[in-house]
């Protein structure tokens, strides 16, 4: 055991340096197991010890993937993995990958990447991003380190175990009151657009966007007047399974909406007659031009006409959301569990995600439970 020293010209400064690297015996195999090569002899220490313990462990790394490039495992992980998550997950995965990644550790050996190197990434990361976008960052970093660890065997230890996440602060919702929302349906712009009936979706039972994209003619039952929820529609043009078990799921529809839907299932219809759109095109809704309409596009659709006609109350399209539930928890007696099952969501989510709201609940009945003791005592009861 030792650790050694590799002295050569770097071209590029013109100057001798000196690297480290440890160097083990390995008597199972008769030979020395090196270390990778390191600027500081305390690095070549760290990998000396590591590599101890993997002997006693009877840990053999496969030598033709020790030299793999962060990059090259990063390609096999994303090619191997497609097939176990849904299509907007992996591309998500890819996105940030090619997107945040790969210029930082594209061209480093896998097993070169220490815990130090991931933390000072993540440490750099968070002064320019948001929290969520840098946890994803560490997800899919400890994704490709776990898959280089098995089953491609090119590293012993993931070096993201023990990186803690960044902390994300609750933030309250915004939301329209009841008011505000039949404010923006009664608006002539609005009633005018093409997404209309899309836009009572989201406000009326507080669907998704990607949930509302995703509707089928074969979703919407005209004798019982309920929409049959089972698939959704992605930013990446994927028809996707909905975000939990609990997601599909059958709403019943008021007669106002149902004739809206219907309305728009008659243009298409007529669309579809007169040959300008894919008869065969089973979605409920659609562009103009007869393609399904991604989250994407329909956010934008929605964004556009509350800048132009209601700029001081800006709301993004998921927050539709969060106005139904928030707005349906207000309502004196409110049912936690037929809001949480027109949402998809399990009543604990529901009150995880509007504890705000629910907060304001109990402060009602409190005080009205106060009210009454204070009447008995005072005897105006």
Partial sequence: MSIQTKTYL???????VTRYYASVWDKTIGKTVPGPLRDTRKEAVRDEARILGELDRGVKLTRANKGLSMRQAAEIWLESSKPLYAAGTWQGYKYYYHHYLDGIFGDRKV??????NIQKFINLMSGKYKPQTVNRMLTVLSLIFQFSQSPLQAISANPCTGI?????????KNIWSIDEIGEFLNHPAVQQSHYYPMFCCSLMLGMRPSEVCGLRESDFDRDRNVLALDTGYDKYRNVTDLKTTGSHRVVP????????????????????????????LDYLFISTRGNPITPDTYSQGFRRLVNKHFPDRALPLYDCRHSFASNNLLVEGADYKLIADTLGNSVKVLLDNYVHVNQDQQKKTLNNYTDKILRVANGTQ
């Fill in 253 to 280: 529809l008021s007669d106002f909406l149902s004739k809206v839907i219907r309305k728009k299932s008659v243009w298409k219809k007529e669309q579809q007659l007169a040959g300008k759109i894919d008869k065969e």
């Fill in 10 to 16: 770097q071209k590029k400064i013109g100057k001798e």
């Fill in 111 to 116: 097993n070169t990447i220490t815990p130090v």
């Fill in 164 to 172: 803690k996440r960044i902390k994300i602060e609750r933030t309250k």
